[in-house]
């Protein structure tokens, strides 16, 4: 047994809704073995460490992102601003980088939006192939829903004229039938497939390589939603990666078409007790708002009656809810428009959860839940997981989608809750408008404000004050994914915790987002240390 630390002079936000505020904390083994004012500390014995006055937090949880996809973007080419303002940007950036690398290689870029291009209009094989038509060249959207390419991977991929839409995906075309280069949700499959892929000893070391920039955001748990069992095992690839050095406890969310009929859901892989297990089976039931690819209703604005790609079937929900329940895991589900969230509240409305301490089956963004589902989600105890992030970085795109008005109405997190919904908050970085996604602190700014980066409001209603927003990503998070004893600071919880700038809860609202981590601990050791400038 170690000596105890004795952490006083702190204001620690335990998330504890027992014992919400602190003075002083006691650190055990790795673990919290009191908490409570710092005069009641006196006969205690330990070495004493003084945070003079500084806010605590719980170590954060982000309940939805995909580490993997966050790691591969930083080498790839930015195609935001500042770095990217429009196509003729984007097709300098392709030159630049087809001169360094190999005329064989990919060149691949992450994150443009039309919606923030001064052309207001997304990228094409043409506009691509002003830069390379010998090297193939393809670009992710920020909502990874879609991707762009140049006529080198349209040829390499076999996408022609004759090319049909695969189900749940679109290939975009011009009058004349020729594929555009713009392949949506599961079409983009069809180029991804065929791209080199990465051994497990470089995927582990580029999660390895994030692990501090998490932790210096102070988040200690982490969450992958796109695991996969071929061509690479991501459980394989977590645990490599723990033994690099990555320090974060992670839960992965496998992809139902890629397990389905392959034996992975072991009870051991699915121990929760494990830093790095599975935690539930994932399914997309539609796509993104800002690509016009979710499934709503009423339609998109635009005159053409677009409604969105459904991906999945209430018989398909069914089937992997089956899966999940024999193995005691969570039926996780991306919806974002009306109708794939009608789908899935309908098809378990009536049935009973499987798992007694946390939710069956999550909904993953709920950007636009009908006022039936948010009441029937409520009754049967399905949890939402949305991203505030989204509407604060993506203003431009929701308001050429939707209009102001319906607009204000996504995201109801203040609604989700009084429907008694549990509700977790998460970033879904990469996979956002923004030059640093994965900040906690951003997401939770959006959510107190309700107003967008460029002050858009968002819809005040829906704001939520600032210790929900943090119980969001700390207790809340730690009930939806259920990774065991974090999210709160109280006795024989890890010592997860963060030590911020600035005292979070007393600053104004439309100052959290620079909010930065000083120090962040797991099992009571240091793990993060902010530089300070000399």
Known sequence: MTSDIIYVNA?????????????????RDGRIHWIGEEDETEAMEGERVDL????????????????????????QIPCMPPDVESIEDLITEVRKARKIQDPESWIEGWGYDEGKLADRRSPSRWDLDKATTKSPVIITRTCTHIVVVNSKALELAGINKGTKDPVGGKIDRDSDGEPTGVLRENAKDLVMKIMPVQT???D???????SP???????????DLMAKKNPVDYLDLYNAATDKGMKQRAVLYYIWGNIKDDPILKKNNTNREHANHVGGI??????????QTAWVNPSFLGGNENFGIPMTTKEELLRAGEAAEKHQIQLVIHAMGEQAIDLIVDTFNGKKGWIDDGPSIRIEHAAMPSKKALQHAGEIGIAFVPQPIFLYAEI????????????????????MMDAGIMVAFSSDAPATAWADPVNPFVGMMAAVTRMAHDGTDTGQEQRVDVETAIMLYTKAAQEVTRIPDVGQLAPGYHADFIILDRDILAIMPEEIGEVRVEETYMAGKKVFQKETAV
């Not at 204001?11 to 650190?27: D, L, W």
């Not at 920039?213 to 969450?223: D, E, P, R, V, Y």
């Not at 209009?403 to 997190?413: D, F, H, L, S, V």
């Open 200 to 202: 497990i000893e470089h």
């Open 204 to 210: 582990s070391n580029a999660l390895a390589d994030l």
């Open 52 to 75: 003079q006055g500084r806010r605590m937090l719980p170590g954060l949880i982000d309940a939805h992102m995909h580490p993997l996809y966050l790691a591969s973007s930083s080498k």
């Open 396 to 415: 431009e795109s929701y308001l050429t989608n939707l209009g102001a008005e319906r607009m204000k109405q996504t995201y109801p997190i203040q609604s």
């Open 282 to 291: 994932k399914l997309f039931a539609d796509g993104s708002v800002s690509g």
């Open 213 to 223: 920039k998490l932790l210096s955001h102070g988040i200690t748990a982490i969450t």
């Open 11 to 27: 204001k620690i936000f335990t998330a504890n809704p027992e014992q919400p505020f602190a003075s002083a904390m006691v650190i």
